[in-house]
């Protein structure tokens, strides 16, 4: 298999977004983040937004905001930065009369795109920027003078220039200066929802929770079993972030490097490859997105209901306990 090609700041042109107008619907984490990015690197930006605590945000940090219909219209490109689940209703009853032939609609995930919440008329660019980090830690990267890592597609190439738009747009963000990568949107969307579900939220929280209840069924104080299954998790991701599994290995004891081999492969044995790859197929097909949306779409009981069950779980009463010693008097 090929490698990917990595994309920096000289393969990108700032040029092309000049007298343009970008109106970034939504003032969330990825929204103030994206767009004080934007600004900062010169560009014309405005929010669209409702009234509530992120208008007031924006406003406080100094941008034109109006209501996401108002900015829509004034806006040469449209960049939606809702929840997954809002952008299909909220496209329809407030943007999707102001998209016209020649503007472009752009994204940070595919979501909406791939599974047609929302289906774009003909002759407006449709692409994808998106930033591979919470928003908080893509600003902060910036205002540093570096990046993090990004990924664009060009789904849609209506005006011949929808690719150089997603790169400038990478750019102006900083995510030139660590590396971008270019995707198709159905890559990014299946990818981004396969990993949150079966390895970076999913599959991490429970098995920190079944590595939890086992301890603390078998008797062990429960503010040991938090520090073992929990707390020591992120100080051995950070040293796979820093220098990979080899690197994480390298510094933990010989005794743990071996149950890793021996044990690690016991309890996690190839029918959860399997049942992953059940999963992905699930996501291929769209079965995942129509239960999501269903779900959303009826007030999402589930999920709340899911939430106030966590809330509950030993291991969060004991984490919040555990967490309460760091902090300073």
Not at 86 to 99: F, K, L, S, T
Not at 153 to 160: D, E
Not at 208 to 225: H, N
Request: glycine share 10%; net charge negative; with cysteine.
């Amino acid at each position: 298999m090929a490698n990917m090609h990595i994309l920096h700041d000289n393969d990108a042109d700032l040029s092309v977004l000049n007298g343009k107008t970008i109106a970034v619907i939504g003032y969330g984490s990825q929204g103030r983040a994206q767009a004080l990015c934007m600004r900062d690197s010169g560009l014309n930006v405005i929010i669209g937004i409702r009234p509530g605590k992120s208008f007031d945000a924006a406003v406080q940090d100094g941008f034109k905001v109006l209501s996401v219909t108002e900015a829509a219209r004034e806006a040469d490109i449209i960049h939606i930065l809702l929840p997954d689940e809002m952008h299909g209703p909220v496209y329809r009853d407030e943007i999707a009369a102001e998209v016209k032939p020649g503007k472009t609609l752009s994204f940070s995930h595919g979501f909406s795109i791939v599974f047609k919440e929302i289906v774009p008329p003909a002759g407006v660019d449709v692409i994808m920027v998106a930033p591979k980090s919470p928003g908080t830690e893509e600003r902060k990267r910036f205002v540093e003078g570096f990046g993090v890592p990004g990924l664009i597609s060009a789904k849609v190439n209506a005006s011949g220039k929808a690719r150089e738009v997603a790169l400038a747009i990478a750019k102006a963000e900083g995510l030139t200066r660590a590396g971008v990568l270019e995707c198709t949107m159905e890559q990014e969307t299946y990818e981004d929802l396969f990993g949150e579900q079966n390895v970076i939220c999913g599959g991490v929280v429970d098995l920190m929770k079944y590595g939890f209840e086992v301890l603390i069924e078998a008797g062990y104080p429960p503010e040991m079993a938090y520090f073992e299954c929990v707390h020591e998790m992120k100080l051995i991701v950070d040293l796979i972030y820093e220098g990979g599994i080899q690197k994480m290995n390298a510094v933990i004891s010989n005794t743990a490097e071996w149950g890793e081999y021996v044990t690690g492969a016991y309890v996690i044995t190839p029918d959860v490859k399997q049942r992953m790859k059940e999963a992905l197929e699930k996501i291929e097909n769209g079965t995942f997105a129509r239960e999501w949306i269903a779900e959303a779409r009826a007030g999402a009981p589930n999920l709340k209901a899911k939430r106030e069950a966590l809330g509950s779980h030993p291991v969060e009463i004991t984490g919040a306990r555990i967490r309460s010693l760091f902090e300073r008097k």
